[in-house]
């Protein structure tokens, strides 16, 4: 298969993964708040590509939601370059992804957050995860959680879900708080080995992280919660901020390529609070 047939269509997969997506959480508000999408561009000059970032706000279930879909190309900048697997040979790439955020109403159903992405520059991989940050500790949902991902990964390879859980509770730290932003998940990235197989596995994340959030929101979103518990979830929600202010590596790589700011810094909470 040649580079351009794997572009279309790991992006066409990303795109179809928005909409579905979109539809679940609109299923979950009873249809009776939409997203709000705009489309925007990498470079209004020439052709750069870009793409659409959704927003859901103040539903009865979610405080804010994110799903944000990207396919951009041009030039990596010379500081950037040396950072990325391939660019020191030639400076041009092609990226796409998706990126959901999801803040709760409801402060005892955690945050969550998912990423698939693919990279080309003289090299190409699969990067992405899904992680999970309660604000109330819930010992018994933590156990399904990893449960669940565990179960996925070992469909494609025994060793993935003890290696990518050890990397997601390896980069998910707030070292300057010396505490971890919730309770882990999977991360990885630069999957590079076999683009059929990886593939398969990148769209197994996505449907998974489908499965993950409808059986956690389904499960808590009638259950009584007090003020004290949002207040506790707005604390939680400003080392959340930190985090991928200070560290998120997707952040990063989105604002030093030139992409949409509101899309980027979607993940931020609508309400955050520190003490």
């Not at 900048?77 to 990226?95: E, L, V």
């Amino acid at each position: 298969m040649n580079l351009e047939t794997k572009k279309n269509i790991v992006s066409n997969w990303f795109k179809a993964l928005q909409n579905a997506i979109c539809c679940d959480v609109e299923d979950l508000e009873n249809n009776k708040i939409n997203f709000k999408a705009k489309t925007w561009k990498r470079n209004e000059k020439k052709d750069e590509g870009g793409g659409e970032y959704r927003i859901l706000k103040d539903g009865k279930v979610f405080d804010k939601v994110g799903v944000n879909f990207s396919k951009v190309y041009g030039k990596f900048p010379k500081q950037f370059q040396k950072k990325i697997p391939g660019a020191q040979k030639d400076p041009r790439f092609w990226a796409s992804g998706i990126s959901v955020v999801m803040h709760m109403k409801n402060p005892l159903i955690p945050a969550m957050h998912f990423n698939t992405r693919f990279i080309c520059t003289t090299e190409e991989w699969f990067g992405g995860g899904i992680d999970v940050t309660p604000s109330k500790k819930d010992n018994l949902e933590k156990k399904q959680f990893h449960k669940i991902l565990k179960n996925m990964c070992d469909r494609h390879n025994k060793n993935y879900y003890s290696k990518y859980k050890k990397w997601c509770d390896n980069y998910f730290y707030l070292p300057h708080r010396n505490e971890s932003r919730g309770i882990g998940g999977i991360f990885f990235d630069y999957k590079k080995k076999n683009f059929y197989n990886d593939f398969k596995f990148v769209r197994d994340v996505g449907i998974t992280f489908q499965q993950i959030f409808q059986k956690i929101i389904r499960k808590k979103r009638k259950k009584n919660w007090t003020f004290k518990d949002k207040e506790i979830q707005y604390i939680k929600r400003g080392r959340y901020t930190e985090f991928n202010l200070l560290y998120d590596r997707g952040t990063k790589f989105g604002l030093q390529t030139g992409g949409n700011i509101e899309g980027i810094l979607m993940s931020l909470p609508p309400i955050a609070k520190w003490k």
